[in-house]
């Protein structure tokens, strides 16, 4: 009689194979002789084969992640079903994820809550700040898909992440790689076990200990013309200690400490055009060419006329036209480098540490076969980005010339076209504040610390029949920010934003899976729950601003709100036979509502997901042919969605409740091992769906219809993956291996929609959507390399082979007049060689 997992799988003879679905992905199998081998995952707080777990999921296992090149969350995007993601841009490891269409929103903004619960060996990672920095000694990464609101809690509306290390091995051991590769690029990762200390239940017991270290360099991929640094460097360092104690067989206490540090130079964020200004006649060159540049010419030579605008103003406007012009003629697509007034760089560090203690209590009569667990966690980061968030190099010379944004040239116009090209007060306040502060288009000047604490004690327990594992969860954060952005230089002056953010949450959940012995435990129905009270604390504190036109007076204001939350999960699971599970599962999550502490008293209500799934995970021909498929639908409520809004000169992410979408999705992964060595992996995802409400932009009794005009953010329709992993040689030297994956996905649009009021009168600014791509990387590998001791590999590898030119990130300025895009890394390749002992 078969013996089933604590949620064991349900299979639906009625789904068939057929459909394009899918439930579990295939790439966590690795090439064996002529068998798909079977991977253990933890994401029910117990060991379990991934084919018998009854969610949708992938799990990578650390030859997987090896052969991925996967070191970051941002090397996983093209690499997983399903996923979607990018890199903040302006800085540097901070990423957003999206699962199944549901994105975090900016993932910069640490006053938001991402919508894939993050967690790294347990501890949940309370922001995506940070989160990007590269780890060491990976074991595992597993990634669930739809909402895990019972085990995993808040802020797991699309799914979470589980990011596993390897823990100590008790005795000596050296794992040690070295890269080589273009564009300067070195890699060192060093990992070194020890030799254990006692033993188990003698004395204080046996201590064993690791420690890893992680160096990586790379010069910048695109050229900076105005001499700095060049864009898009990589200088990273990271480093971890582990310990794990066993006074006893039954009790287990592991202690890590990380630390990850980086000083890098941003991507270069590419102006690729500009938005239409609807109070400058719509296009922007031509107002500068043909309104802007006559008037001022007629103006300088008006009697009286101030000597500025021939020895000041008018060289800027041709200066800026010309700027205009490179922009419009160099369109989309990967640039060579680019200019800025300031260097855009990024530094931050993070500092976490967490203890495990496992006590395993054994047998307790009715209660089965008891652990307990405790996980306590702090994690600190601190971040800095500074720099510009475009490519126009708007420096003044010596005489205060350069290239000015055009909202300065519309107000000069103004300005002296009222005084017949005389000086005034008015206008000599503006030429200081553009001697003061420059006359660019976007620079930033942000500190960001966050901390977070977290306590979670779990017992979890296994009777014949029945699994369970209940827990009680407590979480505390808190977050400091300090911004001095300025846009449309000086117009609006320099930002003094300040603002403290808390949050203080507790739950308690419980799930269980009962196996019925009537059906030869083929059926489990499994049940979970948890209930979440948490607060949210905000502290507004917005210094006075000095702008040209007169100060805007410093605000300040506190507010609080509690908020409180039920979910739950009922799945049924059904094993039609040994090597065919299936399951219905109808979850929720609940995202909590907070504050957006970058626009002044924004305020935003939780957001609540139902989602039903059926899934079918099978084996076929011997365990070497592996078909897994799903099929989802999904009620999205009071969604929050990031939306750029563009007042007073500044651009900032506001955040709205968006109202209601309900969508549906397809997933199907197949993985075949049809010759010894070589497994073939084929996987299709598919979104469908935008919003059935969205609100409308009205003013003027005008209005945009939001519902109509919104779109999924941050999600392609269509995702396709393919891999093929084979060892094609076996000889005297070594073993030879190939591994080259390919990723495709369609269009998909930035954010839902890009509204502003404008003159009293609703404009749609055209939102930005980035290309299809199809990024594909190899890797050959030499391994078990003849050596006196150890085991000796050598590695041959490239990315993006084809050296596709796609947009990974686009910013619409809106009212700020720029349209700008950063772009995926280009062909990359390199050497690797890693010496185990």
């Known amino acids: ?46 060991v379990e084969s991934l084919q018998d777990t009854p969610i949708a999921m992938t799990a990578m296992t650390s030859d997987n992640i090896e052969k991925r090149g996967i070191s970051n969350t941002d090397d996983m995007f093209a690499s997983l079903p399903g996923m979607g993601g990018y890199s903040a841009p302006g800085s540097r490891g901070i990423t957003s994820l999206s699962i199944r269409g549901i994105s975090g929103g900016s993932p910069a903004n640490i006053s938001l809550d991402p919508a894939v619960g993050m967690y790294l060996d347990g501890v949940y990672v309370g922001k995506m700040l940070g989160s990007a920095l590269d780890l060491a000694q990976i074991e595992r990464i597993e990634v669930l898909r739809g909402p895990q609101g019972t085990l995993y809690g808040r802020n797991a509306t699309a799914g979470a992440m589980n990011i596993i290390s390897r823990k100590p091995l008790g005795e000596f051991a050296v794992d040690v790689t070295a890269g080589i590769g273009n564009y300067g690029q070195q890699t060192l990762k060093t990992n070194i076990d020890f030799d254990s200390i006692g033993q188990v239940g003698e004395g204080a017991g046996k201590l064993n200990a690791a420690v890893s270290f992680l160096s990586k360099e790379r010069d910048g991929f695109y050229k900076n013309y105005s001499g700095g640094e060049d864009f898009d460097t990589i200088d990273r360092q990271a480093w971890r200690a582990a310990l794990r104690w066993q006074p006893s067989e039954a009790l287990t206490l592991d202690y890590v400490y990380d630390h990850s540090e980086l000083d890098e130079v941003n991507t270069l964020q590419k102006t690729v055009g500009f938005t239409e200004g609807p109070t400058l006649g719509g296009d922007r060159l031509n107002f500068l060419r043909n309104t802007v540049l006559p008037s001022a010419t007629g103006l300088a030579s008006a009697p009286g006329a101030d000597p500025r605008i021939s020895a000041r103003w008018l060289p800027s406007i ?53 652990t307990l667990k405790s996980i ?205 599970n299936s399951f219905i599962r109808y979850a929720t999550g609940y995202r909590s509502g907070g504050f957006n502490g970058e626009v002044f008293n ?99 009794n005008q209005c945009i219809d939001g519902t109509k005009e919104a779109k999924r953010g941050n999600s392609p329709s269509n995702k396709v993956n393919a891999s093929v992993d084979y060892t094609f040689a076996s000889t005297a030297i070594g073993d030879f291996n190939v591994f080259a994956d390919a990723s495709w996905q369609d269009t998909w649009e930035q954010v839902a929609l890009s509204p502003s009021v404008v003159a009293n009168t609703p404009f749609l600014y055209t939102n930005s959507s980035m290309d299809a791509r199809t990024v594909v990387n190899a890797r050959l590998s030499l391994s078990k390399i003849p050596v006196a001791t150890g085991d000796l590999m050598v590695s041959l590898w490239v990315n993006n082979l084809t050296d596709d030119d796609y947009p990974s990130y686009g910013l619409n300025f809106q009212g700020l007049g720029l349209i700008s895009e950063q772009y995926g890394a280009p062909r990359t390749f390199g050497m690797d060689v890693r010496y185990r002992y």
Not at 35 to 42: F, K, N, R
Not at 352 to 362: D, F, I, M, V
Request: proline share 2%.
């Open 1 to 46: 009689m078969k013996k089933f997992s604590s949620t064991g799988d349900f299979k639906l003879a009625a789904l068939p194979l057929a459909v394009s679905l899918m439930s579990a992905p295939l790439f966590v199998s690795f090439a064996s002789a002529q068998v798909l081998e079977e991977v253990l995952v933890t994401a029910e707080r117990r």
């Open 318 to 370: 041709q200066k800026t036209i010309d700027a205009y012009e490179r922009i419009l003629a160099g369109g989309e697509g990967r640039p060579s480098g680019g200019g800025v007034e300031v260097t855009p760089t990024t530094q931050s560090e993070v500092d976490g540490h967490a203890l495990t203690a496992e006590w395993q209590l054994g047998d307790r009569g009715a209660l089965g076969d008891v």
């Open 376 to 580: 306590t966690a702090q994690r600190e980061t601190e971040t800095y980005v500074a720099g510009d968030l475009d490519d126009i190099d708007s420096s003044l010379d010596a005489n205060g010339i350069g290239v000015y944004n055009d909202g300065l040239h519309a107000v000069l116009l103004q300005y002296y076209g009222g005084s017949s090209g005389a000086s005034f007060p008015g206008v000599d306040a503006l030429w200081t504040a553009v001697d003061q502060l420059g006359a660019g288009h976007s620079i930033q000047d942000t500190l960001s610390e966050y901390e977070q604490l977290s306590q979670e004690f779990q017992v979890v327990g296994a009777t014949q029949q029945f699994d369970y594992a209940l827990g009680l969860y407590w979480f505390e954060d808190e977050a400091n920010y300090d911004r001095r952005a300025a846009f449309a230089m000086p117009l609006a002056g320099r930002d003094a934003l300040r603002y403290t953010l808390e949050t203080e949450a507790l739950a308690i959940y419980g799930q269980g899976t009962y196996r019925f012995a009537q059906l030869e435990d083929r059926l489990a129905l499994t049940l979970g729950m948890r209930y979440t009270e948490e607060e949210k604390a905000l502290a507004y504190d917005l210094g006075a601003v000095a702008t040209p036109f007169g100060n805007k007076p410093a605000q300040a204001l506190s507010r609080d709100e509690n908020f409180y939350n039920f979910s739950y999960n009922v799945t049924v699971a059904y094993d039609i036979s040994d090597d065919i």
């Open 602 to 700: 924004d305020s935003f209500d939780e957001e609540i997901i139902e989602q039903l799934e059926i899934g079918v995970k099978s084996d076929w021909w011997n365990n070497r042919l592996r078909v897994n498929a799903g099929l989802y639908t999904y009620q999205y409520d009071d969604l929050q969605t990031s939306v750029l809004e563009s007042s007073g000169g500044g651009v900032t992410s506001s955040t709205i409740n968006a109202g209601k979408a309900d969508r549906w999705g397809s997933e199907l992964e197949v993985s075949v091992a049809p010759i010894e060595d070589m497994i073939v992996s084929l996987a299709h995802t598919y979104i469908n769906g935008d919003f059935e409400k969205y609100p409308d932009t009205c003013a003027n």
